[in-house]
């Protein structure tokens, strides 16, 4: 049993070795090309599953951004993203405000879970929006 396991494990370490390193060496790809090679991943993650609806929209997303992403109109959806989700936390901090001043738990804890929630999406955008 344990020679078995080795044997795995050496497999497995040969056969992942030279695609780990592949993606360490690899230049971080940015911008359009990101996006476009983002899409592509769940395009092959769709075409995996069998999913023919979500195919055909990550395939025309595709197309679009192939023709019409730059990276001035990038940055601009990104930033529209991080206002959009700031927006999104105020609200979410004016509903907890609200929910404190009536002092109802149930109602605290799930206005915390979502507002937990919005200013992780915040930090999602804000980072993409700096890369």
Do not use: W, Y
């Amino acid at each position: 049993m344990k020679l078995m396991c080795a044997l795995t494990l050496t497999a497995f370490c040969a056969v992942a070795s030279p695609t780990l390193l592949a993606a360490q060496t690899a230049p971080a790809m940015t911008g359009c090309a990101a996006k476009q090679q983002d899409i592509r991943t769940q395009i092959d993650q769709a075409k995996a599953a069998g999913n023919q609806n979500q195919l055909a929209g990550l395939e025309k997303a595709l197309k679009q951004s192939n023709s019409h992403c730059t990276e001035a109109s990038l940055k601009k959806e990104r930033e529209n993203k991080v206002l959009s989700a700031r927006h999104e936390v105020a609200q979410r901090q004016a509903d907890l405000d609200k929910a404190m001043k009536k002092g109802d738990a149930d109602k605290i804890n799930t206005r915390k879970e979502k507002l937990a929630a919005s200013r992780k999406e915040l930090q999602e955008a804000t980072d993409e929006l700096s890369r």
